[in-house]
């Protein structure tokens, strides 16, 4: 079974803090993404990555960074968190193109 | 680009009657459609998925779903509903980019179910 892990369940930052999310995967997947999830939006993908050291934005990628340097690990960094960016973040990954996602349990981040 | 609109953001029903959550879809080609769950606190998991094969596809848990290209949708039935079905359901189409493979979200079905 795939299994995509993420660090935390829940984390509680204050305005202004550097927060890093981490993700882990043990499929040897090329693809990575993170999202967030807010209720009546659905999901909205924020960066995704198709290999190790590459990344590409997602649909709202302001506000946060992204860093890959190893295939299975897939890091969400919030320079300067803001409370607009308290949500739940959800990481995923894909063998490749056509293949569906695998997701991981969600972090929910809330920002004081 | 790709988009996807679910028809109801709640949808209600009894213990052992069929359930339906309706999504229509929008796409420049050939599209990949997948449904997906998510119980409380926990995290996405695949339904079923359709990649061009057979139009009726059937997935886990006694779910399935028929794309009809005529009217752009994708919906998800089930004969009869279980109160472990009460969850919340996203219709997903991918966006067909090679390489990492986009998918874009509906906004979500919350299903209830009634004793």
């Known amino acids: 079974d795939v299994k995509v892990t993420q660090s935390s369940r829940y984390l509680v930052k204050r305005t202004g803090e550097k927060v890093f999310l981490e993700c882990v995967q043990d499929?040897?997947?090329?693809?990575m993404f993170w999202y967030r999830q807010d209720p009546g939006l659905g999901l909205r993908l924020i960066y995704f990555?198709?290999?190790?050291?590459?990344?590409e934005k997602g649909d709202i990628p302001e506000g946060y960074s992204v860093s890959r340097e190893k295939k299975e690990r897939f890091s969400l960094i919030l320079e300067s968190a803001s409370t607009n960016q308290t949500s739940m973040y959800l990481c995923?990954?894909?063998?490749?193109?056509?293949?569906?996602?695998?997701f991981g349990p969600g972090t929910r981040l809330t920002v004081t | 680009a790709q988009s996807v609109t679910q028809l109801d953001s709640h949808v209600s029903v009894s213990e052992g009657t069929p359930v339906l959550l309706r999504c229509n879809y929008s796409?420049?080609?050939?599209?990949?459609l997948f449904w997906y769950v998510q119980h409380p606190n926990k995290g996405l998991q695949l339904l079923l998925k359709?990649?061009?094969?057979?139009?009726l596809v059937k997935g886990i848990n006694g779910f399935e779903a028929e794309f009809k290209k005529s009217e752009t949708s994708f919906h998800l039935t089930k004969p009869s509903a279980h109160m472990s079905d009460a969850a919340e359901y996203f219709c997903?189409?991918?966006?067909?980019?090679?390489?990492?493979?986009?998918?874009?979200f509906g906004q979500g079905t919350r299903l209830t179910i009634n004793p």
């Open positions: 990555s198709y290999d190790v050291k590459m990344k």
């Open positions: 499929m040897d997947h090329e693809n």
């Open positions: 796409s420049s080609y050939s599209p990949s």
């Open positions: 359709y990649t061009s094969a057979a139009t």
């Open positions: 997903v189409v991918s966006d067909g980019v090679q390489g990492a493979q986009k998918l874009v």
């Open positions: 995923a990954s894909s063998l490749g193109s056509g293949n569906e996602q695998y």
